[in-house]
């Protein structure tokens, strides 16, 4: 076993399995976590006695919640003070670090089980949309709730929920709906179901694997193992496939205005329902506006420049105003009483929406400039 300061992995019968190891933060991505497991996982796709990888978070509460916004709070409130209006190096090298990871497990040439255990939310669900073999359990509770803090579903967010069924996408992203084991199987977020309490069922049974010297045959002997396990366990019933046609309607939308007017007008409003509510008007106006937006232009995007647009749009929230406030309110001063510039949906303008979007790099000189050019595996 090899202990790194922030991850655990250890090699076992063709069997690599990586393990976040910050359990007091629930996991939460930082720069030298996400460096170590780029690292670890770039070694294991040359090393041919890792057929197979099997992704975990440290103990028994989350896989991963997310990145740790409080120190990109931290470094854009610095930046302020040493040089108003530039994006702070400290977040652009967080957000250039974790999408080159996403991108790497999304192209991945050997099977990558991620078993998405406990709380996934933001980055750790970025870890996950992308694997091969997505595991999710009883306690599996997943959201993409950055209309909370300012910001907006990244980490190949434009990618996934622009393939989910049909509105579930703008609908998750504008409403932050917590979604379990479930909803994820229905909303293509997830492969396999499994009881909480098999997971070294499964560890032991891919160790067991007669592997192949081809990373597809071992694709192939993953999911007949994963299958076999599943068989076994059965999944309550999604509440987003039961509210699919309600959610439906959200699809024909042409404007943030329209969202809100179907969403609050709802005549059956149950808890589910009524909980996306809450986070959509109580969430960043701006957030709102920009997510409608990002999902709208990315719909057609390759998976290459869906990165390089949300390392722009990311780098753009460190230097518009909700973002940092969202971070405060709700995890640093704990007030939860943002101050939201501005303060409105009715006071977003085009410009405002569009200033997010403009481009802070030359193509040449764009810090994912890299993407696409050496992955001909990725056929995704």
């Not at 440290?58 to 994006?87: N, T, W």
């Not at 209309?147 to 049909?166: E, H, R």
């Not at 998750?172 to 997971?199: E, F, H, V």
Request: net charge negative.
């Amino acid at each position: 076993m090899t202990k790194y300061q922030h991850i655990v992995c250890e090699q076992k019968a063709g069997v690599g399995v990586l393990t976040l190891s910050s359990e007091p933060t629930l996991n939460s991505l930082t720069v030298p976590m996400i460096k170590e497991l780029h690292e670890v996982l770039k070694q294991w796709k040359e090393d041919s006695s890792v057929a197979c990888v099997f992704l975990q978070g440290a103990g028994e509460k989350a896989f991963c919640a997310g990145g740790d916004v409080r120190k990109l709070h931290d470094a854009i409130v610095q930046q302020g003070k040493d040089a108003p209006g530039k994006v702070p190096a400290d977040c652009l090298e967080f957000f250039t670090q974790e999408y080159r990871l996403d991108y790497e497990i999304h192209c991945y040439p050997k099977p990558i089980v991620v078993w998405a255990d406990g709380i996934v939310m933001g980055g750790g669900i970025g870890l996950a949309a992308g694997a091969s073999h997505r595991v999710v359990t009883d306690k599996s509770k997943l959201a993409m709730p950055e209309i909370t803090i300012g910001l907006y579903p990244d980490v190949g967010g434009t990618w996934f929920l622009n393939k989910m069924p049909t509105g579930f996408g703008l609908y998750l992203g504008m409403t932050g709906t917590r979604i379990n084991a479930a909803d994820c199987l229905y909303l293509n977020l997830a492969d396999y179901y499994i009881a909480s309490s098999s997971k070294q069922e499964v560890i032991d049974t891919l160790r067991k694997a007669s592997w192949e010297s081809s990373n597809k045959a071992n694709a192939e002997i993953v999911t007949d193992i994963l299958q076999s396990i599943s068989a076994k366990h059965q999944c309550l019933q999604s509440a987003a496939e039961a509210h699919q046609s309600f959610v439906s309607e959200f699809a024909n939308v042409d404007s943030v205005a329209q969202f809100k007017e179907l969403l609050v007008n709802c005549e059956q409003k149950d808890e589910w329902i009524s909980a996306g509510i809450v986070a959509f008007e109580s969430g960043s106006p701006s957030s709102a506006h920009i997510i409608f937006e990002q999902l709208k232009r990315g719909k057609n995007l390759s998976l290459e420049a869906v990165f390089q647009s949300e390392l722009n749009l990311s780098a753009q929230c460190t230097i518009h105003p909700d973002f940092v406030e969202g971070v405060r309110a709700l995890l640093v001063d704990k007030d939860k009483m943002p101050k939201w510039q501005p303060a409105t949906l009715e006071e977003i303008t085009n410009s405002w929406v569009e200033s997010h979007f403009v481009p802070l790099w030359k193509d040449s000189e764009h810090p994912l400039k890299e993407l696409g050019k050496n992955e001909a595996l990725c056929q995704k």
